[in-house]
């Protein structure tokens, strides 16, 4: 830096995430570590349970069992493999459940619609 230039030292605010204030007593909150682990999930594991539970729940149990290979598996290829098929699954089973829901209440409608038009 030249004489002309000179650092601008920018005003510490409270809070902000800066050295005087996370250093000490302050700890990351439940929800900051629970998003953290979920980040840090490469088997997938999460998405599969939470396939099973909300969307159609045989796809989701192979999603888990993908899910379980890849944890296990020790080849990095295979647990890839395995991981992104957990992946695959989870998502396949929750949109499946999405569209089975949407297609019935749209089925639901037109029934209904069809029945107003016979009176």
Same mark, same amino acid.
């Given at each position: 830096?030249?004489?002309?230039? &000179?650092? $601008?030292?920018?005003?510490?605010?409270?809070?902000?995430?800066?050295?005087?204030?996370?250093?000490?007593?302050?700890?990351? %909150?439940?929800?900051?570590?629970?998003?953290?682990?979920?980040?840090?999930?490469?088997?997938?594991? $999460?998405? *599969? =349970?939470?396939? =099973?539970?909300?969307?159609?729940?045989?796809?989701?149990?192979?999603?888990?069992?993908?899910?379980?290979? *890849?944890?296990?598996?020790?080849?990095? /290829? *295979?647990? &890839?493999?395995? %991981?992104?098929?957990?992946?695959?699954?989870?998502?396949?089973?929750? $949109?499946?459940?999405? *569209? =089975?829901? =949407?297609?019935?209440? %749209?089925?639901?409608?037109?029934?209904?619609?069809?029945?107003?038009? /016979?009176?």
């Amino acid at each position: 830096m030249s004489a002309e230039e &000179q650092a $601008v030292f920018l005003n510490i605010v409270p809070g902000r995430g800066n050295e005087e204030t996370t250093t000490g007593n302050c700890k990351p %909150s439940r929800v900051r570590r629970m998003i953290s682990d979920l980040r840090d999930d490469k088997t997938h594991r $999460v998405l *599969a =349970i939470m396939s =099973i539970i909300c969307g159609v729940s045989c796809i989701g149990m192979k999603a888990l069992i993908s899910s379980v290979k *890849a944890g296990e598996a020790t080849d990095v /290829e *295979a647990a &890839q493999k395995f %991981s992104k098929e957990a992946r695959k699954f989870g998502i396949i089973s929750i $949109v499946t459940l999405l *569209a =089975i829901i =949407i297609c019935t209440f %749209s089925l639901l409608a037109l029934i209904s619609y069809l029945l107003t038009l /016979e009176d």
